[in-house]
């Protein structure tokens, strides 16, 4: 019996228009599917379309041709809205410059996807601290960026990306400002969460070593598929 599927791109495209007459596809009849629980890794050189397609599977953007759809629904047909409710409720980001707002303690930088939620103060910092538990940092809470490690604010990202219970997380390059064995302790902890909780994990990479830890792999070049790999 096969997993449902929590994420379909079917015949994606999209093309970037320059001054008036000039075109550049990004991608091209780009095919693929994301079960849930997935562990998913998208490779390829810069230029690739790898950034591309992270902005189309996290709603950040729309397809010029073809279908992006989340459980079914197809993105083409929803709001802004309904785009913005998408990202808040589905999908987490974990980026490769942490994100994190300089002034905002890490408790607090948690807490930001879940201002708009439902839910008094006490439960939303509540379960942000939980969050925070969860990827090490208990004592780091009333800490600001600049006072944390880069593998530290790498854990505040992964927190604030789990704290809404996500059913797709999305990691852009997640090592890519870490030296090699925070690196690793991050990819374990990612690969964990998603074993542990269910959660679909992508992650775009350029790390052939991270690729291959992943059940899927799927190379980009040129704004194609040219290798799709299960393992």
């Not at 992006?68 to 709001?79: A, N, P």
């Not at 980026?95 to 201002?115: E, I, K, Y």
């Not at 910092?125 to 960026?145: C, F, I, K, Q, Y």
Request: a negative charge.
């Amino acid at each position: 019996m096969t997993a449902p599927i929590l994420l379909e791109a079917v015949e994606v495209e999209r093309t970037y228009t320059l001054g008036r007459d000039v075109e550049v596809p990004a991608l091209r009849g780009v095919t693929f599917s994301v079960d849930r629980g997935d562990y998913v890794a998208i490779v390829g050189s810069s230029g690739s379309g790898k950034s591309t397609l992270l902005n189309l599977l996290g709603a950040l953007d729309r397809p010029t041709a073809g279908h992006v759809r989340y459980d079914g629904r197809d993105v083409q047909e929803l709001s802004d809205p309904q785009l913005a409710e998408l990202r808040n409720s589905r999908i987490g980001f974990v980026f490769q410059s942490f994100h994190l707002l300089p002034r905002l303690t890490a408790l607090d930088n948690v807490t930001l996807p879940l201002v708009y939620r439902p839910g008094s103060k006490r439960e939303r910092r509540e379960r942000s601290e939980a969050a925070l538990e969860a990827v090490g940092l208990a004592d780091r809470m009333t800490h600001r960026p600049t006072e944390l490690s880069g593998g530290q604010q790498q854990r505040v990202a992964i927190a604030r990306a789990l704290v809404t219970e996500p059913a797709l997380v999305l990691a852009d390059e997640p090592t890519g400002n870490l030296d090699t064995t925070t690196g690793e302790d991050i990819m374990a902890l990612l690969e964990s969460i998603q074993a542990e909780q269910g959660t679909a994990l992508v992650v775009i990479t350029h790390e052939t070593e991270i690729a291959r830890r992943a059940t899927q792999t799927i190379e980009l070049r040129d704004g194609v598929i040219v290798d799709e790999v299960h393992r």
